[in-house]
């Protein structure tokens, strides 16, 4: 079954509205969880690494202001785009990396497609 | 960072065997990843190599040599759903967060 939930999977929002997307740890307590983002046909960027109970940690480049992450909880990451533009629709992924047994495994979240008008 | 170079395009027949290609510059090597991604959705996890050597699981197999900066993924019996792309991420510079190469489209055709 799935092990880190996103929600929603889509969304299309106009241009200066905020946007909130949910990163749901379903299976683990997540004291960290990463967000991503990737354009078509390119790879997936890591925009910041989200900390429990701490500020995220961001990629460089990446605006801390205009992307707001939130990581109240072992089980709970969001991640806010404030005034989005069309050039901020992406395809935005959460992921968790867990460690077992010395090997790690990295699971990600379905995805939430974010257009901007 | 991590310099990650794979191929962008392959093809292969249905049935087949491919090998995908990655290789790698970084100091601090902590593992290497591979992923499917079909398009439109989130990465699935193939593997992790942290030791040298070659890692099987079922059709797919993963292959590691940290002196040479090189892995590869091989897909056997290729089968038309293993279309997709192949991510090779790479946790380097004493991180252990992933970096990701742009990643290989395989087309599989019959």
């Known amino acids: 079954g799935a092990v880190v939930s996103q929600h929603p999977s889509w969304v299309i929002c106009k241009s200066g509205t905020s946007v909130k997307i949910e990163c749901r740890s379903l299976?683990?307590?997540?004291?960290?969880m990463f967000w991503y983002r990737q354009f078509p046909k390119q790879s997936l960027m890591l925009m910041a690494t989200?900390?429990?109970?701490?500020?995220?940690?961001?990629e460089q480049g990446v605006e801390k202001d205009k992307f707001l992450i939130n990581h109240a909880s072992l089980t709970l990451s969001t991640l806010t785009v404030t005034s989005a533009h069309p050039e901020d629709s992406s395809f935005y992924i959460c992921s968790l990396k867990v460690r077992d047994r010395g090997t790690y495994e990295q699971y990600f979240g379905p995805g939430t497609r974010l257009t901007v008008t | 960072g991590q310099n990650i170079d794979q191929p962008t395009e392959m093809t292969a027949t249905e049935g087949a065997i491919v090998q995908i290609n990655c290789t790698y510059q970084?100091?601090?090597?902590?593992?290497l990843f591979w992923y499917q991604q079909h398009a439109g959705e989130a990465p699935t996890f193939l593997s992790y190599?942290?030791?040298?050597g070659l890692e099987e699981k079922g059709r797919f197999s993963s292959f590691l040599s940290r002196s040479k900066g090189y892995s590869y993924l091989l897909l056997k019996e290729l089968q038309m759903k293993d279309s997709a792309s192949y991510l090779c991420?790479?946790?380097?510079?004493?991180?252990?967060?992933?970096?990701f190469g742009r990643g290989t489209s395989l087309i599989v055709h019959p």
């Open positions: 989200s900390n429990e109970g701490s500020k995220a940690t961001y």
């Open positions: 991420a790479v946790m380097g510079g004493g991180s252990y967060i992933p970096t």
């Open positions: 190599n942290v030791l040298d």
């Open positions: 970084t100091s601090g090597f902590n593992g």
């Open positions: 299976d683990f307590q997540a004291t960290t």
